[in-house]
């Protein structure tokens, strides 16, 4: 258990309104991701963090904005939701104790219907 | 471009049987890992690969990285219905990226 929480676990809002989903992790873990699951595509990277303030784009990051303001926490914000961001956002962490070679651990997601 | 090609992408097999699962690519990985995800849940590691025709076997689960790092298998002997999931492969391109690239996936049902 890499003590990885999101919240909400399920949300239904309406197109054009702004959304934020949380990743919230109890170890300080410097690395953590933002990746959506859809059929047909598996899983993409939106965004990732490296640090306190310190993120980058991944694969599909257009209509999405994230924030780390505290090491535990990491916040993907959709600005303005679309029916294309309907998806599972699972979010993930990377261990930075002991030897790593970039495995990930991964939240139990949160499913977005976006109507 | 998807650098990472799995196959089969849908497998349904009965109890006992033996099944094998690809992960290719034209790309050189650092390390290779292998999930498996059941619905509802995030995906779950069950094994990195690091090193050229390196085999890893946890329990009835064989993993192979291929001698150029840019391919693996994973095979099920006598597959059991708790083996039922989405087996997910995800390669770290560099020592420097903590970026992972991931398949799409083979769905694995295993009938009792």
């Known amino acids: 258990d890499a003590g990885i929480t999101q919240s909400p676990r399920h949300k239904v809002t309406e197109t054009g309104t702004p959304v934020t989903l949380r990743c919230h992790q109890t170890?300080?873990?410097?690395?953590m991701y933002w990746y959506r699951q859809d059929p047909g595509h598996g899983l993409r990277l939106i965004h990732y963090?490296?640090?306190?303030?310190?993120?980058d784009k991944g694969e599909v990051s257009d209509g999405y904005s994230v924030s780390r303001s505290k090491t535990e926490d990491f916040l993907l914000t959709l600005e303005s939701a679309t029916s294309s961001q309907t998806s599972v956002y699972f979010c993930a962490i990377t261990p930075t104790s002991g030897v790593s070679y970039n495995e990930q651990f991964f939240g139990p997601g949160t499913r977005l219907t976006v109507l | 471009t998807q650098l990472l090609e799995q196959s089969p992408q849908f497998l349904s097999i009965q109890e006992g049987e033996n099944l094998t699962v690809y992960c290719n690519s034209s790309?050189?990985?650092?390390?290779l890992q292998w999930y498996r995800q059941e619905p509802g849940e995030g995906p779950v590691l069950l094994v990195t690969?690091?090193?050229?025709?390196e085999v890893k076997k946890l329990k009835r689960l064989t993993f192979q990285f291929g001698d150029a790092r840019k391919d693996s298998s994973l095979h099920i002997t006598a597959a059991q219905p708790g083996d039922t999931g989405l087996y997910l492969c995800?390669?770290?391109?560099?020592?420097?990226?903590?970026?992972?690239?991931f398949g799409k996936g083979t769905k694995l049902s295993v009938i009792p």
């Open positions: 690969v690091v090193t050229g025709g």
């Open positions: 995800a390669g770290a391109r560099g020592a420097g990226s903590y970026q992972l690239t």
């Open positions: 790309s050189v990985f650092s390390s």
């Open positions: 170890e300080n873990h410097r690395y």
């Open positions: 963090s490296y640090g306190v303030k310190d993120t």
